[in-house]
C-alpha cells in the first residue's frame, strides 16, 4: 500500500515538472523571434515586421530610433515637418547621393548623414534657424527631400533607388562616426582634385579627422573637370579689383591638398576659398589665363574637399571595399559607434521628440 502511494506521489511530481517545460520548449520553439528571414523585402525596400522586433529589443534608448523625430523646416512652403530620424536619413540620402552608387558608398553617406544630423542636435539651437526647427531641408545642413517630393521626381525609377537607399540606411541603422568617443562633424563633398584636403586650410579650424589624403578614384568622376569664361569687367567686379593691362593674377601658394592657398589679384591678396566663393567656382583648385578681354579658369574637383569624397567612396565601393573602410580612409583616426548613449542625452536635455 505504501509502495502504491509513493508510485502514485512519484508520478504526479514527474509530471509537475517535466510537462511545463515541454510545453514552454515547444512555443518557443515556434516562436517569431527564433525564425530567420531576408533583411530587406526587395519590392519596397521596408524592413520585415520581425526584424522590427528584434532591432527595438536590442536598442538600449529611452526609445527605439524608428520613433525618434527629426524637425526639419521645408524651405519651399515655410513650415516644420516632424520626420520620423530615420525616414530624415533616407530622405537625406537620396537628396545626396546617386542610388546608383555602389551599396557601400551609400551605406558610407547614410552613416555621415546620421552623424552629420547628430553633431548638429548635440551643439545646441541654430540661430539661423526658426524656433522649432532641428535643420532646414538645404544645403546650410543637409538637403532632404521627402518621399513624395522623391516619387514625383523620379517617377518609375523611384521603387528601384528607394529600394537601395532604405536598405543602407537600414544596414547602417543606429550607427555614428565617433573620434575621441564623440559623433565627428562628417563633412563631405562630391568629387577631390585626387586629395581631400586639410580643414584648417579651407576653414580655420583644424580637426584631427579631416586631414588630406589621397583620393585618386575621383580623376574617373565627370566632374572632376570644370571650366568659367568670363569677362574681365566681371571678373573685376566679382573681386572688387582693377587689373592691369593683359594681367589676370599669380597664385602665390597651394594646400596639402593642392588647391590654391593665396592668390595676387590686383594688388590683392585673396585666399583659394575667397576666389572660389566670388567667382562661384566648383572648386579653389585652379588655374587661369587672359586672352584679350576674357578670362578662362579651369578646376579640378567639385566641392569644399574637406571629408569624404562621394565619388571616391563610390569608386572604393566598386573596388572591394566596405563602408567601414570608406570611412576610416576619408576621416582619419575615427570610429564607428551605436548612437544610443548620444540620443539618449538628447531625449534627457529635451533637444529631441518622438515621431508620432
Known amino acids: 500500500m505504501v509502495k502504491g502511494f509513493m508510485l502514485v506521489l512519484l508520478i504526479f511530481m514527474v509530471g509537475i515538472l517535466v510537462i511545463p517545460a515541454i510545453l514552454v520548449t515547444g512555443f518557443s520553439n515556434d516562436s517569431p523571434m527564433n525564425e530567420q528571414s531576408g533583411i530587406m ?6 524592413k520585415m515586421t520581425v526584424q522590427q522586433e ?3 529589443g536590442e536598442i538600449d534608448t529611452d526609445m527605439p530610433l524608428e520613433a525618434q523625430s527629426v524637425s526639419v523646416f521645408r524651405s519651399s512652403s515655410e513650415v516644420i515637418e516632424e520626420v ?8 537625406v540620402v537620396a537628396s545626396e547621393m546617386p542610388a546608383s552608387y555602389e551599396m557601400e558608398a551609400l551605406k558610407a553617406q547614410a552613416l555621415t548623414a546620421r552623424t552629420y544630423l547628430i553633431r548638429h542636435l ?3 539651437q541654430d540661430l539661423n534657424l526658426p524656433d522649432g526647427a532641428d535643420v532646414t531641408d538645404t544645403v546650410m545642413h543637409q538637403v532632404y527631400k521627402s518621399d513624395e517630393e522623391l516619387q514625383m521626381e523620379w517617377d518609375g525609377d ?5 529600394s537601395r537607399v532604405r536598405q543602407a540606411v537600414y544596414e547602417t541603422e543606429g550607427e555614428v562616426i565617433t573620434y575621441d568617443q564623440e559623433p565627428i562633424t562628417a563633412t563631405f563633398f562630391s568629387t577631390s582634385n585626387g586629395y581631400t584636403e586639410n580643414s584648417e586650410e579651407y576653414w580655420e579650424n583644424e ?3 579631416l586631414r588630406s589624403v589621397e583620393s585618386p578614384w575621383d580623376m574617373d568622376s565627370p566632374r572632376y573637370k570644370g571650366g568659367l569664361e568670363l569677362s574681365v569687367e566681371e571678373f573685376e567686379e566679382r573681386l572688387q579689383v582693377q587689373l592691369g593691362e593683359g594681367e589676370v593674377g599669380e597664385i602665390i601658394s597651394r594646400t596639402t591638398g593642392g588647391r590654391v592657398a593665396e592668390v595676387n589679384v590686383g594688388g590683392q591678396v585673396f585666399s583659394g576659398r575667397e576666389v572660389r566663393d566670388a567667382l562661384e567656382l566648383d572648386s579653389s583648385d585652379f588655374t587661369w589665363q587672359r586672352s584679350g578681354n ?6 579640378r574637383g567639385w566641392g569644399h574637399g574637406v571629408g569624404m569624397s562621394q565619388f571616391g567612396a563610390d569608386g572604393m565601393a566598386r573596388s572591394g571595399k566596405n563602408y567601414r573602410d570608406i570611412i576610416g580612409h ?4 575615427v570610429e564607428i559607434q551605436e548612437a544610443s548613449t548620444f540620443l539618449a542625452n538628447l531625449h534627457h536635455t529635451g533637444q529631441m521628440s518622438y515621431a508620432d
Open 41 to 46: 523585402q526587395e519590392e519596397s525596400g521596408e
Open 330 to 333: 576619408y576621416y582619419h583616426g
Open 54 to 56: 528584434e532591432a527595438q
Open 294 to 299: 576674357q578670362i578662362m579658369v579651369e578646376t
Open 122 to 124: 548635440l551643439d545646441g
Open 207 to 209: 580637426i584631427p579627422y
Open 158 to 162: 523611384y521603387e528601384w533607388r528607394m
Open 84 to 91: 520620423p530620424m530615420e525616414e530624415y536619413i533616407a530622405g
